[in-house]
């Protein structure tokens, strides 16, 4: 048995036909080896890579979610994540070494 369907056909074959599910997988591996691409990266990633970029760029969840196409914010931190982590550890080490900066700089007094 099979399962039943709702979405509206948007991708069809030459025959009329509409593509089976893992059709991007296959015609996105054949272009990767055409580039000489590591076989590793897979389609898929390429959502998970815009989300990350997306939140580097300082985007809103929301604003993901509308490029990303996810109904719900938490969809959207799994693919931003990293990012937010990447971003507030960058932030972190400037701000310490801002202090230790400051530290240092301070000359003791003379008794």
Not at 5 to 34: L, S
Request: proline share 3%; hydrophobic share 40%.
């Amino acid at each position: 048995m099979g399962r039943e369907r709702h979405a509206t056909v948007i991708c069809m074959r030459e025959d009329g036909h509409a593509w089976k599910d893992d059709h991007f997988k296959h015609a996105f591996a054949k272009v990767r080896d055409e580039l000489g691409l590591p076989g590793d990266l897979h389609f898929h990633g390429l959502r998970h890579s815009a989300g990350k970029r997306l939140a580097e760029a300082g985007c809103t969840p929301q604003e993901s979610a509308a490029i990303l196409g996810h109904k719900t914010l938490a969809m959207v931190s799994l693919y931003t994540a990293q990012a937010a982590q990447e971003i507030l550890a960058r932030a972190a080490i400037t701000k310490l070494a801002e202090h230790n900066k400051k530290k240092t700089s301070v000359k003791p007094k003379n008794s």
